[in-house]
């Protein structure tokens, strides 16, 4: 046996230190237990017990996670695989860091196994869930400084949270709480750092950005060595426990070793990615360069702005822009200079691990697709705004299900299809509205159209249309009023409105129908399922002080549950509802904007302000809670479009309607009595 390989049993018990053979006390309270504790406490009111326990268990997860960190980086180090390669070798080293890691770690938290946590817990902290009790408590308890620092970190990760906006303002308002009190206390010191030079290259002030920039690359490249740490922790076998598999070992360390990889290449993702948001900040990385190189040439600091030039070119090779500043940096220094050395370290590793990945996830089974890590459209100039953002994207498929040799993968969802309209344009797609099978488009029909419309909702709509005749459905502090195609096409008709203003609401749900069908890259065909032209008007003498939505919260296809977090696919539910769209016709009204949630129907993902020729499109299920904000002043028109994939389930006035326009088509007399019985909207 090689004298430098010790056998297994001696190994795993030779590497732990004697006082962990004898104690399995945990020296580090499990951050779950002490958050339960202070959920409960928060319930029975005791707000003491609940900031008590709460810090402490905000003081144990941050510690456990540091640990775990601190102790993977030691025993890489330690235990090197840098050797010549060979079987025994390569899992000697791996069994020599899994022990020095155990014992490093248990050194300090104790026995693992009490501090394994759900992952619901594991959400709620990455949600900074644990603020919002604490703001709550520190309120309660007349400490309103900690108060408002809690509810700024909590709002920092949730910034469309309706309710904590209401309570940060308030803070603002009260005497001793100072601006500087309202910090981020979960801030991440790269992004951090890099959002305040920002702020100071803004101002003109180079010195300093050039100094923050350096910090918040060193911040940068020290919490990817974290994040890739934190990737080394267990992996999820879906439906599989680790002991029952009988598969070879090559086969098992493949997968879990491409999902370990995985996670590290995603750091990029990570670490671009602000608190609560879906998708990154463009161009992150490849930014700090950017800047640096404008910043070291206002301060006539050449050599150092080649050199993050060349960088920035690592990352987008060819940049017209930046080759040009590189090719004046040389003709005035005289000399080509070279890139950074840790950024090549960086881009050669990411180029790799790509390489393993595609054979990893081949062997596994699944498709990759490499993220857009770097996209350019992220620059100096608009590196505020919203980024869209591209996912990087795996899914595990367990070793047993790879060996059935005729596997079913599940239909995609997909989005990007063609407008199939010259007029139509893109404005935010899933990502940027923080969610999936979202659409936001503009230009969908002309001012002129909307007028239109407008002014046929004015002539034809009833009140409380679609609600039993209800007027006020949703809040007493509006008036509701709504019509069908069919019942408009009576009226062209009769001669009560014109017939051209009728066909023009026909043939624009007809439009969105298209749209929506092409952009979501159906396969098959959509069809009407309800159809509504609706306006909503303000009540004079009855908004002030109101706290009311126009429309409350809920999915089109199922009963929303905000306390079980759930969406019950079910009567009185139209179950049968795939897509839904609006059309607005107008934005000259107060309030009213078409608000995205969480399924906690509190927390908005997006907030949309309507205008003419405006078109909102996605899904109908639970993944797309959403409602309308108060209109406060004037009225709010729209077309509701409802549509399904199931012919079964066709809108039957839609049907009349279609035979309707085909009769008027070809010059037929129409027949009197159109049944008009339209649905009531859930």
Request: charged share 25%; glycine share 6%.
């Amino acid at each position: 046996m090689d004298a430098n390989v010790c056998p297994l049993v001696i190994l795993c018990v030779a590497l732990l230190p004697n006082d962990l053979l004898l104690s399995s006390a945990a020296f580090l309270e499990p951050f779950d237990l002490l958050y339960d504790t202070a959920v409960q406490a928060f319930y029975s009111s005791d707000y003491e017990s609940v900031v008590r326990y709460m810090e402490g268990a905000l003081s144990s997860h941050r510690e456990a996670r540091q640990t775990r960190v601190r102790c993977r980086l030691r025993c890489q180090d330690q235990h090197p695989f840098d050797e010549p390669f060979s079987d025994l070798r390569f899992f000697d080293g791996v069994l020599r860091r899994a022990a020095c890691m155990n014992a490093c770690i248990e050194a300090k938290l104790g026995i693992q196994s009490v501090h394994k946590v759900s992952d619901e817990v594991i959400q709620d902290f990455n949600r900074r869930i644990p603020y919002n009790y604490l703001q709550l408590a520190y309120q309660k308890l007349k400490q309103p400084e900690k108060a408002a620092a809690a509810a700024h970190t909590y709002f920092q990760a949730n910034p469309e949270h309706v309710e904590m906006g209401q309570h940060l303002e308030q803070y603002k308002d009260l005497k001793g709480v100072e601006e500087n009190q309202f910090v981020d206390r979960e801030a991440r010191p790269h992004q951090q750092t890099f959002t305040e030079a920002v702020k100071l290259y803004d101002r003109g002030d180079y010195e300093g950005a050039v100094t923050l920039f350096e910090d918040a690359l060193v911040e940068y490249y020290k919490a990817d060595v974290g994040c890739r740490a934190l990737c080394q922790g267990p992996q999820k076998f879906e439906g599989h426990s680790h002991v029952r598999y009988r598969y070879s070992l090559h086969e098992v360390v493949s997968d879990h070793f491409t999902q370990v990889l995985h996670c590290e290449h995603e750091c990029v993702r990570d670490l671009a990615t602000r608190p609560g948001r879906l998708s990154p900040m463009e161009n992150y990385l490849p930014l700090h360069y950017d800047y640096l190189q404008f910043a070291y040439f206002k301060v006539n600091m050449l050599e150092e702005a080649l050199q993050c030039a060349l960088t920035y070119l690592l990352f987008h090779e060819g940049d017209e822009f930046m080759t040009d500043n590189v090719d004046y940096y040389r003709e005035v220094l005289g000399y080509y200079g070279s890139p950074r050395e840790e950024a090549e370290r960086y881009l050669t590793r990411h180029q790799l691990e790509l390489e393993l990945l595609l054979m990893g996830s081949k062997i596994m089974g699944v498709d990759f697709t490499e993220g857009n890590y770097w996209s350019t459209t992220g620059g100096r100039e608009d590196s505020n705004r919203i980024p869209s953002g591209t996912d990087g994207w795996m899914e595990y498929v367990p070793i047993s299900e790879k060996k059935n040799i005729t596997v079913i993968v599940s239909q995609q969802l997909k989005e990007g299809g063609p407008l199939l309209y010259e007029s139509v344009q893109l404005v935010q797609n899933s990502a940027a509205l923080n969610g999936t099978q979202r659409v936001l488009l503009d230009q969908v029909i002309s001012e002129e159209k909307c007028a239109e419309l407008r002014s046929l909702a004015h002539a034809v709509a009833m009140a409380g249309d679609g609600y039993r005749g209800r007027m006020s459905p949703h809040t007493p502090n509006e008036k509701f009023e709504g019509a069908t195609v069919l019942k408009t096409l009576q009226y062209g008709y009769e001669g009560r409105v014109p017939m051209s203003s009728a066909r023009l609401f026909y043939d624009t749900s007809e439009r969105v129908r298209r749209i929506v069908e092409s952009y979501f890259m159906l396969n098959t065909t959509l069809h009407f399922s309800y159809t509504h032209l609706v306006c909503r008007t303000a009540i004079t003498g009855q908004q002030d002080h109101r706290n009311d939505l126009s429309h409350p919260i809920h999915a089109d296809n199922c009963l929303l549950d905000p306390d079980a977090n759930e969406c019950w696919k079910e009567p009185p539910a139209y179950t049968y509802r795939d897509y839904s769209a609006l059309l607005y016709l107008n934005g000259d009204f107060d309030g009213g904007e078409f608000i995205f949630t969480e399924m906690d129907a509190k927390t908005v993902t997006a907030s949309i302000k309507p205008k003419c020729g405006r078109l909102v499109g996605f899904s109908s299920g639970g993944e797309n809670p959403h409602g309308v904000k108060a209109v406060t002043g004037g009225q709010r028109c729209a077309v509701a479009l409802w549509f399904t994939l199931d012919p079964l389930y066709r809108e039957l006035e839609r049907l009349q309607a279609d035979e309707a326009i085909q009769a008027l088509d070809t010059q037929s007399v129409w027949g009197h009595g159109l049944n008009i019985n339209p649905k009531d909207e859930l």
